[in-house]
T-cell receptor, first 117, second 112 residues
Framework: GAVVSQHPSWVICKSGTSVKIECRSL??????MFWYRQFPKQSLMLMATSNEGSKATYEQGVEKDKFLINHASLTLSTLTVTSAHPEDSSFYIC?????????????FGQGTRLTVV | GIQVEQSPPDLILQEGANSTLRCNFS?????LQWFHQNPWGQLINLFYIPSGTKQNGRLSATTVATERYSLLYISSSQTTDSGVYFC??????????????FGTGTLLAVQP
């Protein structure tokens, strides 16, 4: 299957600082990537759709100014959590789609566990 | 939006037992996947199964799209099968692919 790499795997940051998470498709080009968030003992919730070369589309209730998404190339999307607060502590995970809908099965990165202290 | 419910929410098995996990969805879909989330949080792809039946070793899955449900079968369970099992669905109409809606999950614990 397709390989999606996410970095870092875990990060601890101080309240008020910003954290950047990278999601890379290693063996295919992804025009679309997706960012999810998972709180402890809960399911995964879609945060936003990252579109290569255009603005991200955010799900209802997700603050676009807090969760900045950039998809500058066909293999890289980044999620920046700005001015992080303890309530932003969560597990963030990305998935990648394909070019021209060639890949129809979603593959996920390893996830990033963010702890804000 | 589409609602995805999984049952049972929790399941405890003795090693060697068989089990069936169910996923019900509220509307038609053209993509359905089963995942196993390991203790480190990583999602392992088990099946891409929008319809029909597939088997992979001790695991098999069946999706009956017309009746809006999917089943995951685990036979001869092992302790390494423990974790959370998610089904996820999407409905793609020529646009963004793989925008998945996740189910509520089944937490499986296999005891030695």
């Amino acid at each position: 299957g397709a390989v999606v790499s996410q970095h870092p795997s875990w990060v601890i940051c101080k309240s008020g600082t910003s954290v950047k998470i990278e999601c890379r498709s290693l063996d295919f080009q992804a025009t679309t990537m997706f960012w999810y968030r998972q709180f402890p003992k809960q399911s995964l919730m879609l945060m936003a759709t990252s579109n290569e070369g255009s603005k991200a589309t955010y799900e209802q209730g997700v603050e676009k100014d807090k969760f900045l998404i950039n998809h500058a190339s066909l293999t890289l999307s980044t999620l920046t959590v700005t001015s992080a607060h303890p309530e932003d502590s969560s597990f963030y995970i990305c998935s990648a789609g394909g070019v021209a809908r060639v890949i129809t099965e979603a593959f996920f990165g390893q996830g990033t566990r963010l702890t804000v202290v | 939006g589409i609602q995805v419910e999984q049952s049972p929410p929790d399941l405890i098995l003795q090693e060697g037992a068989n089990s069936t996990l169910r996923c019900n969805f509220s509307d038609s879909v053209n993509n359905l996947q089963w995942f196993h989330q390991n203790p480190w949080g990583q999602l392992i792809n088990l099946f891409y199964i929008p319809s029909g039946t597939k088997q992979n070793g001790r695991l098999s899955a069946t999706t009956v799209a017309t009746e809006r449900y999917s089943l995951l079968y685990i036979s001869s369970s092992q302790t390494t099968d423990s974790g959370v099992y998610f089904c996820a669905v999407s409905r793609n109409y020529g646009g963004a692919t793989n925008k998945l809606i996740f189910g509520t999950g089944t937490l499986l614990a296999v005891q030695p």
